[in-house]
Each structure stands twice: as structure tokens, then as C-alpha cells.
């Protein structure tokens, strides 16, 4: 019977001068996390066939090194470019930051949502005795490191939501909102990459958490505001990541 216990990377950050390494999906969420670069000088990146390219740049924020990398929209962007970013630098920490669509009921743009636990929104293996959004030999959900989880926290600050997201290749409109929300009740945004983040930190073994920001609602109620500008949401982000990163 599948593991219904969630799988989290180590949970004390090591101590050493490793960077930390930020992921953001495009350029207008990587930006300023850029910004914020101290020293900052880009670095090869080994995707001469993606049609975004790949870009890490690399620099100190709030003291500690740090490489930002664009990794591009989608699953398979995501993973391959943690994958490299990890085994190239060997970072002691992962972030992943930028926008999520909201898609509990009650969550508001420019929210800022700290990632819990994490969970494939459109993986379906029910047939086979698997929870919904887990995928056969992994566990129903991943999850956040716990010491990384409890500064995230704290960075975040007051007004920011803690729990569940999901991520899948489809961008999450009105019709697929409900369904989505009476599968997984729990989840309070969706995106295209988190959750392939997470796991591929988990297999490597490096500790990772997430803070993204609310930029668009998954079916609003009439009387929501359902929108905020990509630079907005990403300011949110990165000013919680910047602050996460003081405490590393």
C-alpha cells in the first residue's frame, strides 16, 4: 500500500559557505531577486536547446552567496534545471520563489503563501490504491525541510498563508478550479513547478522551501480582486526570500 507519510529532505541546514540557490520560473519573478545582488555576475548555464534559456546569476544577498536561476515554465524545466543547479553547485539550501495562482476559496491576491507540503495536481493513479496527485513510488506528499519551514515562517511574516500547494502542466482556469478544489481541499495555490522543485531536492537530499506570492485567483468570487501584476507579486517573494536568506 502506498506511504501516505510525506517525504522531506534533511532538516538542519548545514553550516558552511555553500550558496543558496533561488529558483524562479521566469525572468519578470527572478528580477528582483537580481536586484538585490550584491556582486552580481551571470554563469553558464548547459541549455543551448531550451527555447527560454536558462539563466543563473550569481552574487551575495544579504551576506550569504547566492545563484538566481530562471528555470523556465513547467515541470520538466523545473527539474532539470534544480537538478543541474544543485549538482553543479552544491548548495546548502534551495528557495523557490515567484507567483502561484490561488485557488482556496478564501485567499486573496498578493498573499504570500509559505510551502507545507506539495503535490502533483493533475497526477492520477487512484486506480491503483495511490492518493490523489500522487505519483506510484513516491510518497502522497512531499514536503518543506522542517527547519527551513519554521524560518520561512517567521520570514514571511504576518498576513502570509502556510499549507498545501500543487503544481501541474495546466494553467488552472475557472472550470477546472472546483473539481480541483473538491480533490484536494486542502491546497491553497497551484503553479507549474513547485513541486517538481521539491522533489528533486528531496531525491538529492538538499533542504528546500518555498515562498511564493498570489498573482491571479482560480475561479474568483464575484466581489475578488483577481489580479496583480507579475512585478508586484514578485516584489512580495523576493523581499520574503531576502529575508529568509538574513537568517540562513
Known amino acids: 500500500m502506498p ?26 519573478e527572478a528580477a528582483p531577486l537580481i536586484a538585490r545582488l550584491d556582486d552580481a555576475r551571470e554563469l553558464p548555464a548547459p541549455f543551448p536547446g531550451a527555447e527560454r534559456p536558462v539563466t543563473a546569476v550569481r552574487g551575495s544577498l544579504a551576506g550569504r552567496d547566492t545563484i538566481v536561476v530562471t528555470c523556465g515554465i513547467g515541470i520538466a524545466a523545473a527539474t532539470a534545471a534544480t537538478t543541474w543547479g ?5 548548495p546548502a539550501a534551495v528557495i523557490c520563489a515567484g507567483s502561484a495562482g490561488g485557488l482556496a476559496a478564501d485567499i486573496e491576491v498578493g498573499t504570500l503563501v509559505v ?9 492520477d493513479a487512484t486506480a491503483f490504491g ?9 510518497p502522497e506528499a512531499f514536503a518543506a525541510d522542517p527547519a527551513l519551514l519554521s524560518l520561512a515562517r517567521e520570514a514571511a511574516g504576518p498576513g502570509a498563508r502556510v499549507g498545501e500547494m500543487l503544481s501541474g502542466d495546466a494553467f488552472v482556469t475557472a472550470p477546472l478550479a472546483a473539481p480541483m478544489r473538491e480533490r484536494f481541499p486542502e491546497a491553497l495555490t497551484v503553479d507549474m513547478e513547485t513541486t517538481a522543485i521539491v522533489q528533486a531536492c528531496t531525491a538529492l537530499g538538499v533542504p528546500v522551501a518555498v515562498l511564493r ?10 466581489d475578488q480582486q483577481f489580479h496583480l501584476e507579475i512585478d508586484v507579486v514578485a ?14
Open 86 to 90: 544543485v549538482l553543479a553547485h552544491a
Open 3 to 28: 506511504s501516505a507519510v510525506p517525504s522531506a529532505a534533511p532538516s538542519a541546514l548545514p553550516l558552511s559557505a555553500a550558496p543558496v540557490l533561488v529558483l524562479a520560473a521566469m525572468a519578470e
Open 130 to 138: 495511490y492518493a490523489p496527485g500522487q505519483v506510484p513510488g513516491q
Open 213 to 222: 506570492a498570489v498573482s491571479d485567483l482560480c475561479g474568483p468570487a464575484a
Open 235 to 248: 516584489e512580495t517573494s523576493a523581499a520574503a526570500v531576502e529575508r529568509l536568506i538574513t537568517v540562513l
Open 115 to 123: 510551502g507545507e507540503a506539495f503535490r502533483y495536481s493533475i497526477a
